[in-house]
């Protein structure tokens, strides 16, 4: 029986829930056991500390012993038990029949016999993967921890290479419940009974195609991605591919395995960064946490900074100034500037020796230029501050000191001690040099006069007034408030610049209480309590910098996003991937200086993907014309398959567009069985979503900006002039948005769009 697929680049709702219930069934039973297994757990911490009772001292240290024990276990069940179960493989029958310790069978190649007749198989033995192994009440595994040899296959194999796998399944889940499941079909060419759900259903019928050349193409497409994902890790490997090659899925494909491969050198961790929010749900859902705290973190670039969570989008003005470099110049003059606030006191006068002592706003003046000489941190040159202004007033006392070395320098110390500690000194410096926050000064720049102050030469005033308005959403005190995406990189760049705040000194351990014993009679319980954090707080936790950096859709990236991405893989090796033709940045030379600054001097492996997979030839033909517009010259990828169904057009009648654009939507939801995108204008993001309301989970409406990476049964897309026209960089978020569609495309026309008599607008027409 050939595997269950829908129409290439899709799969019916059913058999997607269909196989969404089944690894909900098992899921269910995993829980279940896991549940006994902590029964068991707090059965043995609860029976062992009644060993407590006998009193002797060999009880208490055989209690304590068998209670710590049993409780690690406990908390190591429990710190699992979220998100438990994230892959599945299935296998072919392998050579010998010998099991590992966790039940599977460890033979790598298949049996010769397994495959019969060249294309029919059997699948001799399914492993689910998950963060621990766990076995049922028979000892056979129910889940295979991710570190253990027979997991490795999950990792490991590659169309070219795949080895016993047939099928590779990401699940998504979230607590108990499995959202989402998402296939590769490393063996198209065999015949199996498998469902196949997401792009192996495209893979498995090319692969079961009576056509030679279209299972040339399924080995091409598995050539060059593999390829790519079995590149050595050393240095800097970058792949350029047109839409639908699968840059995204290679580049998660090798995280996975980069580190099955070298899991010591790649402690340090793998950061994967994506253009939004969107993609980032999706590609967690293709590359689970593999089961180690911090291993690998996927994150959008308005996430990268701790406490800053950012998915809004500045006017396409806005954000070109902010991801400009010349916001270096003007954040650099800021950080210092912002000292000199409106509370910022200009005399300093203190008593010492019995004299008044007193600075005044010249000597300030010199003290703070003296200090800010240099380019250290700010926040770090307050203890020179604090130095160079006892120095001054030291001067202003005018003492003369004891010939003697020693007594001059107890008579300046205790001169230091006592100016230092008295209020009126402390109270001074905290107004006149404050612990600066990134946020507090990102905050004053909404204050357009003294933003101009720092953009002087920099920005023209008509930038420098839209840059403070855009800000005004910050309070001005505490800078607290939603930041856009673009914001973020700043706030990056202002950390570097201000530097770490002093540490709060935190109370020392009283020595009585070392003396005290208390600690070998705690409980279990309480050693532990600091070890259970929830998820949110290992997230917090986090390294900032990494051993190894994905950045998917790098096209994308600001010069000044590069800067931020830059400071978490100084040491790093990298992978870029992306394509100058989906590009959305304006200025692609000077983002080009940034990532070359970010990266330095290390070498580099190229690579090309030529082979696309996602679009039927009739929506890519059309895509085509868009990219002839945007880059003249550039060639798109090959379409590998066609439909024989065109791209259809629509006008939007008046100004009801969007009556037009839910018409379109419910007639595509009646023709796919899968999602719908609408794409928009970044500005229409709001009314697209009410016009959409009610239609069901089935269907999304995004902003241009947002579409990139993802990919829809069926796409709308509205007013290709309103999106070609937000930015100079316009024509070519066009063809994203018409390159998200893996069966059926609209066009819908607006007023702006100039139709001809068969509804193609002007930019789309022959």
Not at 459 to 475: H, K, Y
Request: with cysteine; charged share 30%.
């Amino acid at each position: 029986m050939a595997a269950q697929t829908a129409a290439p680049g899709g799969v019916g709702v059913g058999v997607r829930d269909q196989e969404i219930a089944v690894e909900q069934t098992h899921l269910d039973r995993v829980y279940d056991r896991l549940e006994e297994k902590i029964h068991e757990a707090e059965f043995l911490v609860n029976d062992a500390s009644k060993r407590g009772q006998v009193g002797t001292p060999g009880a208490l240290a055989e209690r304590d012993a068998q209670v710590f024990q049993a409780g690690m276990h406990l908390n190591r069940l429990n710190a699992e038990f979220e998100d438990f179960l994230f892959g599945r493989i299935d296998l072919l029958r392998g050579k010998d029949g010998k099991k590992g310790p966790d039940g599977a069978y460890i033979s790598v190649e298949p049996a010769e016999d397994a495959v019969v007749d060249g294309e029919r198989a059997e699948i001799a033995e399914t492993l689910h993967i998950g963060r621990i192994g766990v076995l049922d009440a028979d000892y056979s595994p129910l889940v295979i921890d991710w570190r253990a040899p027979a997991a490795a296959p999950f990792y490991r194999s590659t169309p070219v290479a795949p080895g016993r796998v047939v099928r590779r399944r990401v699940i998504r889940s979230r607590g108990r419940k499995v959202l989402g499941v998402e296939d590769d079909l490393l063996r198209p060419e065999l015949v199996t009974d498998l469902p196949v759900v997401g792009d192996g259903a495209l893979m498995a019928a090319l692969g079961q195609a009576r056509s030679h050349t279209m299972r040339d193409i399924v080995s091409s497409i598995q050539a060059e991605q593999d390829v790519v994902i079995r590149a050595p890790a050393a240095s800097v490997t970058e792949v350029t591919g047109g839409p639908g090659t699968g840059k995204t899925a290679v580049a998660l494909h090798r995280a996975a395995y980069l580190l099955y491969q070298d899991r010591r050198r790649y402690a340090g961790g793998i950061l994967v960064v994506s253009p939004t929010p969107l993609l980032v749900a999706y590609t967690e859902g293709v590359l689970p946490s593999l089961g180690e705290e911090g291993q690998v973190a996927i994150r959008a670039v308005g996430s990268l900074v701790d406490s800053a969570e950012a998915d809004t989008y500045d006017d396409p003005a806005v954000a070109r100034i902010k991801g400009s470099l010349r916001m270096l110049k003007v954040l650099h003059k800021a950080a210092r500037g912002v000292l000199d606030g409106p509370r910022c006191p200009d005399r300093l006068r203190v008593v010492a020796y019995g004299r008044r002592l007193e600075l005044d706003e010249q000597e300030l003046s010199a003290i703070r230029h003296a200090v800010l000489g240099g380019t250290a941190p700010v926040n770090l040159l307050r203890p020179r501050a604090r130095r160079l202004l006892l120095d001054a007033l030291w001067r202003k006392a005018g003492r003369q000191l004891p010939d003697d070395p020693e007594l001059a320098a107890e008579e300046r110390q205790g001169f230091d001690e006592d100016v230092a500690t008295e209020e009126v000194f402390t109270d001074f410096l905290e107004a006149w040099w404050p612990v600066l926050t990134p946020r507090g000064v990102l905050a004053a720049l909404a204050e357009e006069k003294r933003l101009g102050r720092w953009a002087r030469r920099v920005l023209t005033p008509p930038e420098v007034r839209r840059v403070a308005r855009s800000l005004r959403r910050l309070d001005v005190v505490t800078g607290t408030g939603p930041l856009s995406v673009h914001d973020v990189a700043l706030l990056d760049e202002l950390e570097a610049l201000l530097g770490p705040p002093p540490k709060v000194k935190t109370r020392e351990a009283d020595p009585l209480d070392q003396l005290t014993g208390l600690d070998e009679v705690t409980t279990f319980a309480d050693r532990m309590a600091g070890g259970r954090r929830s998820r949110q707080e290992r997230l917090d936790a986090e390294r900032t910098e990494y051993a190894h950096v994905i950045v998917d859709e790098a096209q994308d990236l600001t010069p000044m996003q590069w800067r931020m991405v830059g400071r978490r893989g100084r040491t790093a090796t990298w992978t870029i991937v992306g394509d100058p033709a989906q590009s959305s940045w304006t200025d692609p030379d000077e983002a080009a200086a940034a990532r070359d600054e970010a990266l330095g001097a290390r070498s580099r492996r190229r690579f090309t993907l030529t082979v696309n997979y996602r679009n039927p030839a009739e929506i890519a033909d059309l895509a085509a014309k868009v990219l002839a517009l945007a880059m003249p010259g550039m060639e798109s990828p090959r379409a590998v398959r066609s439909t024989g169904v065109v791209p259809h057009f629509a006008v939007a009648e008046g100004s009801d567009l969007g009556t037009a654009v839910r018409a379109e939507a419910e007639r595509l939801l009646g023709e796919v069985d899968g999602t719908v995108g609408v794409v928009v204008a970044m500005g229409r993001r709001a009314q697209a979503r009410q016009w959409l309301a009610g239609l069901g989970e089935r269907v999304v409406a995004l902003g241009s900006l947002e579409a990139k990476g993802l990919e829809y049964d069926a796409t709308v897309v509205v007013s290709p002039a309103e999106i070609a026209d937000e930015s100079p960089a316009g024509l070519r978020v066009l063809y994203v948005a018409l390159t998200r569609a893996t069966q059926r495309l609209t066009v819908l026309s607006g007023p702006r769009d100039q139709p001809g008599e068969d509804g193609v607008p002007d930019l789309l027409q022959d």
